[in-house]
């Protein structure tokens, strides 16, 4: 047990580290002062994003090229750890900017937040008027708070009193609305709320209403967004379902949308089908400096909401056209956040031409359909090995050291096979001691 480790200086927190889990070797501090920035002032910063920082840890930043959505063209920023997630997005990018591209469309950008609190009264409908009664003093006392968003076309939208005492004994909700235009919204949300309790507690005292009754619990937006929503579909003729293999246009429909309904009626095949279209969204969530939990866990309650969990993707066949399309809640912003301090991430909304929350909304959500699309695709028909074992085999090389010519006969060698670790393994120690692959 350390005491005070966050008063430390950089340095001596590495020093403590070094000694206490790595036995004063020197390798370690190494590694952290490697991936320091040269940028003293750039090392400041990202020293400021958290407490205890030692160093940066790198993920690569990509780019998908030819998103065609609504008719303009994006390349998309993702940062991913995972090899094939970038080349999947592009791929399916290249096949839908043919068929017109992405058409999406922002369902409603509604955020929710709550003021959980009990009392202990009887008089329901009495705490009910005296909620309606001051409803107007939630709003004026906020002006400060709102005053900005409001110029912006955004605040609060309505409040409302719940009566959860059904679930929790003596529980109710202050259940508030509100437009953030192009902020996620977090901060603002949530002072609005501690405001609203104040409010609430101020009240009680000035009504008739006993204000020891009330005991304000907790203030917190919800990350459970199913209002602030979002629809991107790809559409074609179904003969235009061509996907480079044997397999007729047709055939292939049919046995994508028997993956999709599968998808649809099997939680543990859901679970794995939204994984792959959140490969997608975190990449860019990342990139653009947004919240990737907030984003993964009202994603997954979304796919939840009708009582068993399900894709998010869906497809329908009929008239001889094919339709894929998702539909996912993302509280994204482009202003607020790390969105003006991370250069990377700058650079990333500049690449995409700034775009507003609710654009942002849709280019994501267009590279979440993107990437299930080329999973899909190659779990119907080529299985998912081969690609992803393409995209895996400069790491699995990488970690055997080989140098660049190793990794170019290699390579070269599995060009029509898809590689298992065991057989790059042995390849590589082929080609090692001089053998020719054949
Ligand atoms: C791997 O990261 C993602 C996939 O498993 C998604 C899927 O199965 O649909 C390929």
Known sequence: MIKGFSKLTKVAKIEWLVQEYFEGNEKAREILENYWHSDVKLQKLHDEFIENTISNF??????????????????????????SVVAAAAKSAGFWYDKGGFKATVKSTTKIGH?????????????QDFITRINDKFYSETESITK?????GGGILGITLIDKTADVPN????????????????NFINTCLEKFADVLKTEMSNSGLNPNEVEVIMCILSNFTPKCLVRVEGSCPIEQMVEGTEMTAEAFAERFTTAVRIAETQPYRAVTHNKGIMNGIDSVILATGNDFRAIEASAHAYASKDGQYTSLTHVDMSDGQFKFWIEVPLALGTVGGITGLHPMVKFAHQLMGNPS???LMMITAAVGLAQNFSALRSLTTTGIQQGHMKMHLL???NQLEATDQEKKIIVKYFIKNTPHHAEVVEAFKKVRGGEILS
């Not at 900005?148 to 912006?152: A, F, P």
């Not at 529980?171 to 977090?186: H, N, P, V």
Request: one cysteine or more; charged letters at 25%; a negative charge.
């Open 58 to 83: 790198y993920l690569p930043f990509g780019v998908a090229p030819n998103f065609l959505i609504n008719g303009k063209e994006y390349a998309v920023p993702m940062v991913t750890e995972e090899s």
């Open 115 to 127: 003021v959980h609190f009990t009392w202990k009264g009887d008089d329901k409908e009495g705490l």
């Open 148 to 152: 900005n968003m409001q110029k912006r």
């Open 171 to 186: 529980y109710y909700q202050l259940e508030a609305e509100f437009e953030t235009c192009d902020s996620m919204g977090a």
């Open 357 to 359: 929350a609710s654009e």
């Open 395 to 397: 790491n699995i090389l």
